[in-house]
């Protein structure tokens, strides 16, 4: 299944993850300041659950200003590689977890970040975890998606039965995998979100390639008891 197979590919993508997104470029880094700054202010004061945390790029910058941040990862290889990053553990904390199954992460929580996290879930699952996003959080609550915008290359890739963006990716031992990544309309993403109470927001950055999802709920979704 190709869910399997991503988490495989971001596994043993974990040491070359940051450079290969130019995480460790400044110029890269500077480009991305105004989301960068955003996430910062999102997230300020805030306890925050960050989905696919990856190697902890983006756990830096929430955490300078959020009140906690429990980030949290499929795969064990990603958050060795977040551990390795000055990060303010006395607010920080990284759990090895499943994105589908939010509801046994322990913890409340009034702001939920995913960075590349919804470009790669299949179409058949985004309703049921936005739906398990919602619920982590009361009315009032923020939760940032964050994604790519399509670049000069984005496009070579095929769509499979399901109507999913299917492209194929090459890790530094020619090993190939198959992944998911969508390039959502507005349009598609405001009818993602149309079956939840709240404001939506839609920001473009074509100068750093990236997409800005807000929503904030003004009902609450809460009916899932997290595990203490």
């Not at 990862?73 to 990284?94: G, H, I, M």
């Not at 879930?121 to 009361?138: C, H, T």
């Amino acid at each position: 299944m190709i869910i399997e197979e991503m988490q495989r590919y971001y596994g043993q993508r974990a040491p070359v993850y940051d450079s290969s997104m130019g995480y460790d470029d400044e110029v890269t880094v500077r480009r991305l300041g105004p989301i960068i700054d955003r996430v910062r202010e999102a997230m300020s004061g805030r306890h925050v659950l960050e989905i696919a945390c990856g190697p902890g790029f983006w756990t830096q910058f929430a955490s300078e200003t959020a009140a906690s941040v429990v980030a949290m990862d499929y795969n064990q290889s990603t958050l060795d590689e977040a551990r390795k990053k000055s990060l303010p553990f006395d607010r920080v904390s990284l759990l090895q977890a499943d994105a589908y199954r939010l509801d046994l992460i322990p913890g409340v929580f009034d702001a939920i970040l995913a960075v590349d996290w919804l470009a790669h879930v299949p179409l058949s699952k985004i309703e049921a975890f936005l739906s398990g996003a919602i619920r982590r959080v009361s009315a009032g609550s923020v939760l940032m998606f964050i994604d790519q915008l399509p670049g000069e290359h984005s496009r070579n890739g095929f769509f499979d039965q399901e109507g999913n963006f299917i492209q194929e990716r090459t890790l530094p031992d020619v090993s190939v995998f198959r992944v998911i990544k969508h390039f959502f309309s507005d349009e598609q993403i405001e009818a993602q979100f149309s079956g939840f109470g709240g404001e939506l927001r839609i920001q473009r950055f074509p100068e750093c390639r990236r997409l800005i999802v807000s929503f904030m709920p003004t009902q609450s979704e809460q009916g899932v008891t997290p595990n203490a």
